[in-house]
């Protein structure tokens, strides 16, 4: 197990019955780098593979 998996729990517990745009991750993705900036680099790797998910892998 992951450090994370316990974040991502959390999350699944406390929200894991809510429906969420895109629209509205996108804004709390940047808030949250706004308000740590440190971590830039990763949610821009985050947003780019969850942007990229359906993208076939022939490359």
Known sequence: MYFTDRGIE???E???EEE???GWLAE???EFVDLNPEFEVPV???ATWL???DEDDDD
């Open 20 to 22: 969420v745009s895109v």
């Open 28 to 30: 709390r993705l940047r």
């Open 14 to 16: 406390r929200r894991g």
């Open 51 to 53: 942007a990229r998910l």
């Open 10 to 12: 959390e999350l699944v």
């Open 44 to 46: 821009e790797r985050l």
